[in-house]
């Protein structure tokens, strides 16, 4: 067990995924908590009913908010399940999985940054530019859970030992603690800035420049450290090409060695 946690922890290509997983998952919790916020008060409800009846979703202005809040998340929710079928195997064995990574992870920190630039009746914008942002991340879904995978692989490559078990756990790990810390971390930053919890239906300039920043800025910087640790990430298309078929050789001469020592 301690070999394992060593060579484990040791390795490059781990600990660059526990730092995108942990990035990514803070972020995405963030993110989601502030657009809440975004939507109840940053969005002007008039315009959000006036965009929903387009749509014939929506009976009076007061279910603005609760409507057109959950029809934004489903949009990117069919946004990305589209993407993950249709790009994210096509991109990866084209391009490899580290570089589409970096790519569409590029993308979705600007089109995240980009939500701080609307204005409050600028609806029809939201909603492009969450499918836009939604469209970027779709790829990354799967890829993270393969490049886990690598890793795996890349540890018993370096060490002639696999140690699977701790490998996903970590950075399920970093997984769950960045989602438990990124509501929280966007409740103490629309804090900071003097927000009003309770029944309050106008917030403060202050407030809501809070609101905004941790809606797009924040987060789109936050997407940026991932990006940076998948620069730290050394497994390319052509190095893991090459590790599989030197782990393919290995077990093929244990396989035939374990077979003579039978017979």
Known sequence: MKDDIKSTISDIPWSALFLLTFALFITLAMWSS????????????????????????????????????????????????????TLSRFLANKYGKK??????????????????LPSP?????????????????????????????????HIEYENYRRATGFCFSGITAALKVGMGLGGAVAGVIISAFG???????????????GIRLVSSIVPALLFCVGV???????????????MQAELAARRRNAGKEELDENF
């Not at 909603?127 to 859970?145: E, Q, R």
């Not at 940076?228 to 090459?242: D, G, R, S, V, W």
């Open 34 to 85: 502030a657009m809440s916020f975004y939507f109840q008060y940053n969005v002007d409800q008039k315009s959000l009913y006036d965009f929903l009846c387009m749509f014939k979703l929506v009976d009076s202005i007061e279910d603005s908010y609760a409507v057109g809040f959950s029809f934004f998340n489903v949009v990117a929710a069919i946004v990305q399940f589209i993407g993950v079928i």
């Open 99 to 116: 570089k589409v990574f970096i790519v569409c992870l590029t993308l979705t920190a600007f089109f995240t940054f980009l939500f701080y």
């Open 121 to 153: 009746t600028d609806v029809g914008l939201l909603f492009v530019l969450n499918i836009l942002k939604s469209l970027s991340y779709a790829p990354t879904i799967p890829l993270l859970w393969a490049m886990i995978a690598d890793v795996a692989d």
């Open 195 to 209: 927000y009003q919890p309770g029944s309050v239906s106008i917030q403060n300039e202050s407030a809501m420049e």
């Open 228 to 242: 940076a640790a998948l620069y730290l990430y050394p497994i390319t298309k052509e190095y893991n090409e090459n």
